[in-house]
């Protein structure tokens, strides 16, 4: 929704969160009231025409706004890091465009997600249709093995700061606004480091190799992205690692092939098979061979099934599902004929009254 929504739209977003985190939906939940209260009061605001026109104004000239007679301590606070763009998204949801979740990337204050990384992971076919553990290498951020991640020498503690204390942001009253920025004396962090790490010199990350155990689940396809939660970079100030994001590449297998959970394969048979019916012999992917009987006078490049004998694929939203394996037959056609050969075909071709270009 853009930063000039109207009334309606306003409303109307209003009511959806505060059905969401209502006390009565949310009984001993006081995130939830403590989110219900905070979108009354920013509906309280947003929602009059008066105080959002002074919220706008405010809002463009940021934390410098000066309001002559200075304001009433009591008013609501907004973060000036959430406005930049025109997003409030943590107090009315998405009302100004703005981004919910994952840390406030704009000031910089309080915990931040990680990053996301992405990494590629070549799999052989059969590995990618049965599921492997694996390791992957990686050469990214991570915690400082140092530190382990404090940004302060061993030995030694960060301090909480003495201007923000410990919360990364100091409040400044804007008439009936009071707008929180980022603390200049400690970054945002709510900490000072004193004597900062010699590895990753007060960062808490340090650039390293790093080995990731992953679990490649069964029936993965070329192309398919697997998301490993928590595997990425290291969150800031406390916040939650981001992802790593593994680009699955699956090599071509030379006789099989693949169509979602069922596998495909082209088996060749003889004339007499294929004209007088019989069992013939077909490979599947674990090795073993299973009977695939014929009818007298099948056609060469009809397809047969074989239930069960594709990949075997398990999922929450689904359970445990096998696909089957799609079997067509060709007949195969010799390159060269022995004499007896050539007389038996000789014999069948006099014996042959049907003329299959002219039939119908």
Same mark, same amino acid.
């Given at each position: ?12 977003? @209003? ?12 009984? =001993? ?5 403590? &989110?219900?209260?905070?979108?009354? /009061?920013? @509906?309280?605001? +947003? %929602?009059?025409? /008066?105080?959002?026109?002074? @919220? ?10 000066? &309001?002559?007679?200075? %304001? ?28 919910? =979740? ?18 590629? !992971? ?5 590995? /990618?249709?049965?599921? +492997?553990?694996?390791?992957? @290498? *990686? ?12 940004? /302060? ?6 301090? $909480? ?28 962090? =709510? ?17 390293? #190799? ?6 490649? #689940?069964?029936? $993965?396809?070329? &192309?398919?992205?697997?998301? *490993?939660? %928590? ?12 992802? +790593? *994001?593994?680009?699955? &590449? ?27 019916? =019989?069992?013939?012999?077909? #490979?599947? *992917? ?7 009987? !014929?009818? #007298? ?50 014999? +069948? ?12």
């Amino acid at each position: 929704m853009s930063a000039d929504a109207s009334a309606k739209e306003i409303t109307k977003v @209003y009511r959806k969160l505060a059905r969401q985190f209502h006390p009565d939906q949310n009984p =001993g939940d006081t995130a939830a009231e403590d &989110r219900f209260k905070e979108i009354s /009061a920013a @509906y309280d605001v +947003l %929602g009059d025409e /008066a105080k959002r026109k002074e @919220y706008d104004e405010v809002r463009r000239l940021g934390p410098i706004a000066g &309001r002559p007679g200075g %304001g009433d301590p009591g008013g609501f606070a907004f973060n000036v890091g959430d406005m930049q763009g025109g997003d409030i998204g943590d107090l009315l949801g998405q009302m100004f465009g703005g981004q919910r =979740g994952g840390g406030r990337s704009g000031s910089g204050v309080g915990p931040r997600r990680g990053s996301d990384l992405t990494a590629q !992971l070549n799999l052989d076919f059969e590995d /990618a249709a049965t599921g +492997l553990t694996t390791t992957l @290498y *990686l050469t990214s951020d991570a915690q400082c093995s140092t530190c382990s991640g404090s940004g /302060a020498k061993p030995g030694t503690h960060p301090t $909480v700061c003495g201007i923000c204390g410990g919360r990364g942001v100091v409040d400044e009253n804007q008439g009936m606004f009071s707008f929180s920025s980022p603390c200049r004396n400690c970054q945002g962090r =709510g900490s000072i480091v004193e004597d900062v790490c010699s590895t990753c010199h007060g960062s808490g990350v340090e650039r390293r #190799p790093r080995e990731v155990r992953a679990r490649i #689940p069964a029936g $993965v396809s070329d &192309r398919q992205t697997i998301r *490993l939660a %928590g595997r990425g970079t290291p969150g800031r100030n406390g916040g939650p690692a981001g992802d +790593l *994001l593994v680009e699955i &590449r699956v090599e071509p297998h030379e006789r099989f092939g693949r169509s979602g959970r069922n596998l495909t394969v082209t088996v060749p048979a003889t004339f007499p098979e294929v004209a007088l019916g =019989g069992d013939i012999d077909v #490979p599947t *992917l674990d090795g073993a061979t299973v009977k695939l009987r !014929l009818k #007298p006078g099948t056609p060469s490049g009809s397809r047969h099934r074989v239930k069960g004998k594709g990949i075997t694929t398990t999922t929450k939203r689904q359970g445990t599902k096998s696909g089957d394996l799609i079997v067509t037959v060709e007949v195969e056609v010799p390159d060269t004929l022995t004499d007896e050969q050539r007389s038996a075909i000789e014999r +069948l071709a006099e014996a042959t009254t049907v003329d299959p270009r002219t039939s119908s």
